[in-house]
C-alpha cells in the first residue's frame, strides 16, 4: 500500500483567514508549473501528491501547500497554510490559516533547519526520477517513512555526509517516487530539480 497523504505527527490547526494574495503569489506560481509537469498531482485513487513552501527571510515559520491540494488545477491562497511552530523531536506541527498543512510538513522544517539560507522546498513525485536516482543522488534509508522524526535525522545525516549541500536534490527511498529539492528561492528549488531531471535525461 502507497504510503501517502498520512499526517504522521500531531497537528494543531489554528484555524482562520488565508494569507495575503501578494505574500503567497510567488508559492502559487510554482505549484502551478510544477503541476502542469506532472510533479504535483493526484493519483488515480484520489490521493494528492507533492507539496511546496517558502520560508519569508528572518522569519520564523513558513507557508506551505494545503492538505490534499495536488487534485486542484489552481491554487488560491486559501490553499496556502502557513507553520507557525514546531517540534521536530516532539512531532508536532503548529499551523494557521483556512486549510491545514501538508502532510509533509515536519520534513520541509528538518530541511530548513539544515541551512539558514534555504528560503524554500520542494517535494515532487517523479517515478523516473526516483528509479533512476536512487544512490545517484543523496537517497535517504529506505526503513525510514516521510513525515516522521526520524526522516529529519536522515535529512541532517544527508547534508553533513554526501553532496546534498551542492546538488540540493534527495531521493526519499522510503517513500514512493518522493524527491526533494530546496534552495535561496523559490526559482533556486525549481532549478535545482530540473538540472537533475536533466542530467538523468528524464
Given amino acids: 500500500m502507497r504510503d501517502e497523504g498520512v499526517t504522521k505527527y500531531e497537528v494543531e490547526w489554528l484555524e482562520g483567514e488565508a494569507p495575503e494574495s501578494g505574500v ?6 510554482c505549484r502551478d508549473r510544477l503541476l502542469s509537469k506532472g ?23 513558513f507557508f506551505i501547500t494545503g492538505s490534499q491540494t495536488g487534485a486542484l488545477p489552481h491554487l488560491q491562497p486559501k490553499h496556502i497554510s502557513r507553520v507557525v511552530d514546531y517540534d521536530i523531536a516532539g512531532n508536532r506541527v503548529v499551523c494557521a ?24 522546498v520542494v517535494h515532487v513525485h517523479h517515478r523516473g526520477l526516483w528509479l533512476r536516482a536512487q544512490n545517484e543522488l543523496p537517497t ?63
Fill in 24 to 29: 503567497v503569489a510567488g508559492l502559487i506560481a
Fill in 97 to 120: 490559516g483556512a486549510i491545514q498543512a501538508s502532510s509533509e510538513s515536519l520534513t520541509h522544517a528538518a530541511v530548513y533547519e539544515l541551512d539558514a539560507a534555504i528560503g524554500a
Fill in 140 to 202: 535517504t534509508d529506505p526503513s525510514i517513512p516521510y513525515g516522521t522524526p526520524a526522516m529529519a535525522r536522515e535529512m541532517q545525516r544527508l547534508f553533513v555526509s554526501t553532496n546534498l549541500k551542492v546538488v540540493r536534490v534527495l531521493v526519499m527511498a522510503g517513500h514512493e517516487e518522493g524527491c526533494i529539492s530546496f534552495g535561496a528561492t523559490l526559482a533556486d528549488a525549481e532549478s535545482a530539480l530540473q538540472n537533475v531531471v536533466a542530467r538523468f535525461q528524464l
Fill in 39 to 61: 510533479f504535483i498531482g493526484v493519483y488515480p485513487d484520489g490521493i494528492g501528491f507533492g507539496n511546496i513552501s517558502e520560508k519569508p527571510r528572518g522569519a520564523s515559520g
